[in-house]
């Protein structure tokens, strides 16, 4: 069985925004039973993560002898690996459609995204918090009016639900609480048709689960 690695004490209290929501969701999504083994801040950073994880982050992944970590990489794998799960089409053309959508997720969406909580937790303080925070928000405006855009009145980004859109909705939902999505009501729409899969709602559970020192929910 596959073993992820996750925060002993997610900062985010069990909200799901830490990068392990995401390799927990395609697992759910391909099916898969997996543990979990939870690190703290330190051990994160010990020799025996290191091997794991050049950079002493979360999450991991361990299968056999494959060890790896970056999530985009992780979900990347398990959708390949389980090509029945329907998580990356089978035609060519789509597939890699599919893939340059988990790329734009990681690559062109999340980027501002970051700098944006970012700043709300470390520059706070500063007397021009204000101006570059509407700047940052603007930013992270721009991408999601171009979201929008190409969206349109589609349900997912490119015919089926796909690791494109797990990996797009999965980097959305850390602006949850920022008040941007809800101006744009097909974005927030697409959210929620993510959050609602069965999948999303098990490995919700799950990491919240540890949060509240509760054992992972019974899979069905
Ligand atoms: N590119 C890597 C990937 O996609 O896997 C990035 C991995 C990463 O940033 N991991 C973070 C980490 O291990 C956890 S997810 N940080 C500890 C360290 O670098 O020492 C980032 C995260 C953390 C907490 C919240 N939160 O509480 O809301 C949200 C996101």
Known sequence: MPTITAFERSPDRGRGLARDMRVRWALEETGQDYDVRLLSFEAMKQPQHLARHPFGQIPTYEDGDLVLFESGA???????RHAGSGLLPEDPDARARAIAWMFAALNTVEPPIVELSMA?????????????LRMLRDRVRTRLEQLSNRLGKDEWL???FSAGDLMMIAVLLRLRSS??????????AYVARGEARPAYQRAFAAQRAVFQGLDAPDRN
């Open 120 to 132: 709300g937790i470390l520059e706070r303080d500063k007397p021009w918090y204000e101006a570059r």
């Open 179 to 188: 008040g941007l999505l809800e101006e744009f009501d097909n974005v927030a």
């Open 158 to 160: 490119d015919g089926a």
């Open 74 to 80: 992780i979900v990347l794998h398990l959708a390949v």
